[in-house]
């Protein structure tokens, strides 16, 4: 199947009967049990692409195409509507609407009276008739003439009241949809019943609607926006007055209803309202704008398929359907194994996503996902993405199943499978193998001849659950251990007590601090001096550093407060004591000249590319950026216009271009070595 884009034109017959066929099918689909082979984005783009089609083509229309028809023509139903339930015609943009919006005022002859501007709501219209001011009848759009009795679904409506305020005949109509809130506690029932999870929030509501029988409830909401037998009221003033007699509307929630005189301020609103549409707690596929007074909706009168007085200027939608690529497994801090989809990347509301969630692997088998699928992604505001279902019947027969760990991703122990959330059999301890790894790693403590197995081996043994416990090793606990002579012991307890005096940016690296690496690491010590002043530093402070923005600096402190209890052993055992002459601030030490912290790089932004070779060769990334920062420079991996000097060994590529081409200087290894002679480590 194609998919089209928004600017895709048919150019051919066969794609014109291809794309009908397509349209006609996901339009039954969605209005029949509410699943939707296409995205939102995807339908709208495939219907104006055929609609521009028709227009070019007239004598080759086909009877069933989706165009000009309520519901895309596939709706049925068998209860007449008293009055057609009408859709409403789209704009996508600004300069669409208020060409709209002119032609209105054309056809009026005379400046709309005023406008009111409100949330589409992303659900489905219902008519809900009242007798007495009682709720007796509840039917779906359908067809937009008649539609399909869903009374029994009524009490799961919150919004819709079974008693108005008064005892008047009226029929309320709306839209109903499951909140954030409701689509998710749905899912949560639906996965406890062994059924399938709703894709996303809308089929959920439209399955829900019709289904009879289900040995549980799901609950819904209402929002009412317009009415069958009441006065001639604005549109404000009718929304007012739904809401009197105990209805839910909009004006109930962040994205009220409002008035407003120009277009201008139309525009001003719908911009709002979609700024709104993250934080709203429930999903909104466009705002409808409409002609506020009774006299000019009158006066504007309906299409056969669209009102004139209203039109829904679409939002982007927050589905999307991409490919799902690969299953990452990640291994948290309690050693609980997740999985996270790895997604060809999509752009869902102006952000691009590349991952989602998968929740847990008996939720991938639920779902049936296999890699290579066309997924549903869906992501509103702040929420993680996540993966709600495949599009089975889009299957190529290239795709394969996702394929489980074994072991832990991690430390490669086994896997507790017993539970939904599988988790590493060592629990909070896979933390600690890999954080033992981490800080005796080259770049952190750099303690020789403690590699994975040798830190699985002490941690089984009990003897280390954290960093600290290494400094209190002794040589008889050791030598207590399998494969341990005397040798490797001795060994490993002199790279340890060398370790005990390591920089304070390596030990500060080693505690791995999330949002902290080598480089950043460096920084904070070079600010702070000693570990007791970055420990005395809040979240403001530490925005102080050079790359740390407000966001990072409260995960920071965050960090720092929880590892106090690791950091307070450490501290008893001399570790990360030494102090390090802080550094000016980068501010001052920028403006160059009289840059008081001496050394041969004083005042220097230096950028090391390609590999080093004489007697820098030896040394990791990290210790030349040590090495830069002891001579009184600043390291930085980019070259910039604030670079001053460029090291380029070896293979140097873009860096070493970009240089040249900036005018900076660039030495060779050798050359910088020179430079640098005092200060190289004496290994
Ligand atoms: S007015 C004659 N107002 O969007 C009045 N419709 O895509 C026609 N919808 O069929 C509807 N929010 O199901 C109106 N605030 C709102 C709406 C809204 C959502 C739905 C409704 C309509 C569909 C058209």
Not at 134 to 158: C, F, K, M, S, W
Not at 567 to 586: F, I, N, S
Not at 669 to 680: C, H, I, K, N, R
Request: overall charge negative.
């Amino acid at each position: 199947m194609t998919f089209m884009t928004e600017n895709s034109a048919l150019l051919s017959p066969a794609a014109y009967v291809e794309a009908v066929t397509t349209a006609v099918a996901a339009s039954a689909a969605y209005y029949g049990d509410g699943t939707t082979p296409l995205g939102d984005d995807e339908y709208d783009g495939l219907l104006r692409a055929i609609a521009a089609y028709e227009e070019a083509h007239p004598d080759e229309v086909l009877a069933e195409s989706p165009t000009g028809k309520v519901a895309g023509g596939a709706a049925q139903g068998d209860v007449p509507h008293s009055v057609p339930m009408l859709s409403l015609d789209n704009v996508f943009d600004a300069d669409e609407l208020a060409e709209w919006a002119a032609g209105l005022e054309r056809r009026l002859g005379r400046p709309v009276a005023a406008w009111c501007v409100e949330p589409k709501l992303d659900g489905l219209a219902i008519a809900a008739r009242y007798r007495g001011g009682r709720l007796v009848q509840v039917l779906t759009r359908g067809d937009g003439l008649a539609g399909e009795d869903i009374t029994h679904a009524a009490d799961a409506v919150l919004g819709l009241p079974p008693v108005l305020t008064e005892p008047i005949d009226v029929e309320l109509r709306g839209e109903v949809l499951l909140t954030t809130a409701q689509f998710e506690e749905a899912n949560r029932i639906r996965l406890a019943h062994e059924a399938t999870p709703f894709a996303h929030p809308r089929s959920g509501a439209a399955g829900t609607l019709r289904a009879k029988d289900r040995p549980y409830r799901i609950e819904l909401t209402f929002f009412a926006y317009s009415a069958i037998g009441l006065d001639d009221l604005g549109h404000v003033a009718l929304l007012e007055r739904l809401a009197a007699l105990g209805a839910n509307t909009a004006a109930s929630t962040a994205a009220a209803p409002m008035r407003c005189e120009t277009v201008e301020q139309v525009q001003e609103r719908i911009d709002v309202i979609a700024g709104l549409r993250t934080e709203l707690p429930f999903g909104i596929d466009g705002v409808v704008v409409k002609a506020d007074t009774a006299e000019d909706q009158r006066q504007a009168g309906n299409g056969s398929r669209a009102p004139r007085w209203a039109v829904a200027r679409k939002l982007a939608a927050e589905h999307k359907v991409t490919r799902l690529l690969a299953v990452e497994w990640n291994v948290g801090r309690t050693g609980i194994i997740a999985p996270r989809a790895v997604l060809e990347p999509v752009v869902i509301d102006g952000v691009t996503v590349t991952y989602a969630t998968l929740h847990n692997p008996s939720d991938i088998t639920r779902r049936g996902l296999m890699i290579g699928d066309q997924v549903f992604v869906y992501r509103a505001g702040d929420v993680i993405p996540r993966v709600e279902a495949p599009l089975a019947d889009q299957r190529t027969g290239a795709e394969s199943p996702i394929v489980f760990p074994e072991a832990c991703p991690r430390c490669g122990d086994a896997i507790d499978t017993s539970e939904q959330r599988w988790r590493c059999v060592r629990g909070r301890s896979c933390q600690a193998v890999a954080s033992v790894i981490y800080a005796a790693g080259r770049d952190q403590l750099d303690i020789e001849g403690l590699g994975g197995t040798r830190a699985i081996q002490l941690v089984e043994a009990g003897l280390v659950k954290d960093i600290a416990d290494l400094f209190t090793l002794t040589r008889e606990q050791l030598l207590g251990l399998e494969r341990m002579g005397e040798t490797s012991t001795t060994n490993l307890l002199a790279a340890i007590e060398t370790a005990r005096g390591a920089a304070l940016s390596r030990v500060f690296c080693a505690l791995g601090v999330r949002g902290t690496g080598r480089t950043m690491s460096r920084r904070i010590a070079a600010h702070f001096g000693s570990m007791a002043a970055i420990r005395a530093a809040d979240a403001d402070t530490l925005a102080g550093v050079d790359g740390i923005g407000t966001e990072k600096a409260r995960v920071i402190a965050a960090e720092l407060l929880e590892l106090a209890p690791l950091l307070d052993r450490l501290q008893a055992q001399q570790v990360g004591t030494q102090v390090t002459e802080p550094q000016k601030p980068a501010a001052d030490a920028s403006d160059g000249e009289d840059d008081s912290a001496g050394g041969p790089l004083a005042g220097q932004a230096v950028v090391v590319t390609g590999s080093m070779t004489g007697p820098l060769a030896v040394l990791s990334r990290n210790e030349m950026n040590e090495l830069i920062e002891r001579a009184g420079g600043k390291a930085s991996s980019s070259v910039s216009k604030r670079t001053t000097l460029v090291v380029a060994g070896e293979k140097a590529g873009s860096k070493r271009t970009k240089a040249e081409e900036l005018g900076i200087r660039i030495l060779d290894p050798e050359e910088f070595a020179a430079l640098v002679a005092g200060l190289l480590p004496t290994t």
